[in-house]
Nanobody, 124 residues
Framework: QLQVVESGGGLVQPGGSLRLSCVAS????????IGWFRQAPGKDREGVSC????????NYADSVKGRFTISKDNAKMTVYLQIDNLKPDDTAVYYC?????????????????WGPGTQVTVSS
């Protein structure tokens, strides 16, 4: 089973940047589409970005297009999410998980094992 641990979150000012990491173990990430999700207080979890198992296709939610960039390094078993021009609305806990496809809205696979997430707080 694919297990993941997210890291890289923090407290940043609006307009700042962060790079989140999703380190996987158990099975090679090259077998999975991997998505980044986020959950803000009082809101449902939403998928924001995805990269296909081949790595040649990415997709983004409209709310983050142009500011988020997803990438991966199969050898390091890591999927990254570069977040630029952070906005207060980006404040959330960010998670990664395997997805059924990279079409929006993202759906985690039924066997997805959620990691602890990483907190991103955007505030001045």
């Amino acid at each position: 089973q694919l297990q993941v641990v997210e890291s890289g979150g923090g407290l940043v000012q609006p307009g700042g940047s962060l790079r989140l990491s999703c380190v996987a173990s158990g099975i090679s990430i090259s077998y999975f589409h991997i998505g980044w999700f986020r959950q803000a207080p009082g809101k449902d979890r939403e998928g924001v970005s995805c990269i296909t198992k081949s790595g040649d296709t990415t997709n983004y939610a409209d709310s983050v297009k142009g500011r988020f960039t997803i990438s991966k390094d199969n050898a390091k078993m890591t999927v990254y999410l570069q977040i630029d021009n952070l906005k207060p609305d980006d404040t959330a806990v960010y998670y990664c998980a395997p997805t059924t496809s990279c079409l929006m809205p993202l759906n985690p696979t039924y066997y997805a094992s959620w990691g602890p997430g990483t907190q991103v707080t955007v505030s001045s």
